[in-house]
C-alpha cells in the first residue's frame, strides 16, 4: 500500500501559494519619501496661496505628516523653499523630457517644442516659480537663497531645453542658449498677462519664439558650433 504524504504533516497547504513578502523600505528611502512630499506640497501651496501663505504649518498638513516630521527635514521656511526652488527645477526637467519622447524628429519639431515649452512654463511648476520671483523681490533671505542656487538651475535649464529642441547638449551654441533664456523671459512675462486677465497673443508670441530660436540654431550651425 502507498504512503499519501499529506499536506499539513509536511506544513504546506493544499494549492497554497508562497506568499511574496514586499521589501521593507531602508530608512533613508523612507526619508526620501517624506521629502518628496513635503516638497510637493510646497509647490501646491505656493500655486494656491502665493509665498506669504505658504507656512510650515500648511505643507505639513498637505504633505499628510506630521509637525515634527516635517520639522525633522526642514526646521525651517526658509530651508523648506531653497529645497522647494531645486525640487521645481527638476520636476520641470523631468517634465519636458517625459513628453519631449512623442516630438517628431522632422520639420515640426521646432513648433512641438515651442508649444510643450509653453504648456509646462504656464502650469503650476511655471506658475509656482513665477510666485517665487515675485517674492523674492521684497523678501532678501529669499532673494539671496534663490541666487545661490541660480547657477546649478542655469545649467539644468539650459541641458533640457537643449534636449528639448535636438541641439547637442555638448559643446557650444551660444545663439541657442540666448534664444532660449530670450524666449523664457517672454513666457514669463506671457504668464503675468495670463494671471492679469490681459490677451497675451499667445500662438503670435510662441510663432515669433519658435523662429528666434530657428534663426540661433541655423547662426551656431554656420558657425560650426551645433
Given at each position: 500500500?502507498?504512503?499519501?504524504?499529506h499536506?499539513?504533516?509536511?506544513?504546506?497547504?493544499?494549492?497554497?501559494?508562497?506568499?511574496?513578502?514586499?521589501?521593507?523600505?531602508?530608512?533613508?528611502?523612507?526619508?526620501?519619501?517624506?521629502?518628496?512630499?513635503?516638497?510637493?506640497?510646497?509647490?501646491?501651496?505656493?500655486?494656491?496661496?502665493?509665498?506669504?501663505?505658504?507656512?510650515?504649518?500648511?505643507?505639513?498638513?498637505?504633505?499628510?505628516?506630521?509637525?515634527?516630521a516635517?520639522?525633522?527635514?526642514f526646521?525651517?521656511?526658509?530651508?523648506l523653499?531653497?529645497?522647494?526652488?531645486?525640487?521645481?527645477?527638476?520636476r520641470?526637467?523631468?517634465?519636458?523630457?517625459?513628453?519631449?519622447?512623442?516630438?517628431?524628429?522632422?520639420?515640426?519639431?521646432?513648433?512641438?517644442?515651442?508649444?510643450?515649452?509653453?504648456?509646462?512654463f504656464?502650469?503650476p511648476?511655471?506658475?509656482?516659480?513665477?510666485?517665487?520671483?515675485?517674492?523674492?523681490?521684497?523678501?532678501?533671505?529669499?532673494?539671496?537663497?534663490?541666487?545661490?542656487?541660480?547657477?546649478?538651475?542655469?545649467?539644468?535649464?539650459?541641458?533640457?531645453?537643449?534636449?528639448?529642441?535636438?541641439?547637442?547638449?555638448?559643446?557650444?551654441?551660444p545663439?541657442?542658449?540666448?534664444?532660449?533664456?530670450?524666449?523664457l523671459?517672454?513666457?514669463?512675462?506671457?504668464?503675468?498677462?495670463?494671471?492679469?486677465?490681459?490677451?497675451?497673443?499667445?500662438?503670435?508670441?510662441?510663432?515669433?519664439?519658435?523662429?528666434m530660436?530657428?534663426?540661433?540654431?541655423?547662426?551656431?550651425?554656420?558657425?560650426?558650433?551645433?
Amino acid at each position: 500500500m502507498s504512503t499519501l504524504t499529506h499536506p499539513i504533516a509536511t506544513g504546506e497547504s493544499a494549492g497554497a501559494v508562497s506568499p511574496v513578502r514586499k521589501r521593507r523600505r531602508t530608512q533613508r528611502e523612507r526619508s526620501e519619501a517624506t521629502q518628496g512630499r513635503l516638497l510637493d506640497a510646497t509647490v501646491a501651496s505656493l500655486v494656491d496661496l502665493g509665498y506669504v501663505g505658504t507656512t510650515t504649518t500648511e505643507v505639513a498638513q498637505r504633505a499628510g505628516v506630521s509637525r515634527g516630521a516635517q520639522l525633522h527635514h526642514f526646521p525651517t521656511k526658509a530651508q523648506l523653499v531653497t529645497r522647494a526652488i531645486e525640487h521645481l527645477a527638476a520636476r520641470f526637467a523631468e517634465e519636458l523630457r517625459a513628453e519631449a519622447g512623442g516630438l517628431a524628429d522632422d520639420e515640426t519639431r521646432l513648433a512641438g517644442a515651442t508649444r510643450l515649452l509653453w504648456k509646462v512654463f504656464a502650469g503650476p511648476l511655471g506658475l509656482a516659480a513665477l510666485e517665487l520671483r515675485v517674492a523674492a523681490r521684497t523678501d532678501a533671505e529669499l532673494r539671496e537663497r534663490l541666487r545661490a542656487v541660480n547657477d546649478g538651475l542655469d545649467t539644468l535649464r539650459r541641458k533640457t531645453c537643449r534636449q528639448l529642441f535636438g541641439v547637442p547638449t555638448e559643446g557650444e551654441a551660444p545663439a541657442f542658449d540666448r534664444a532660449i533664456k530670450l524666449s523664457l523671459c517672454l513666457m514669463r512675462g506671457m504668464t503675468v498677462e495670463q494671471v492679469a486677465g490681459a490677451a497675451a497673443e499667445e500662438s503670435a508670441l510662441l510663432a515669433m519664439v519658435e523662429r528666434m530660436v530657428a534663426t540661433a540654431i541655423a547662426e551656431d550651425a554656420a558657425a560650426g558650433r551645433a
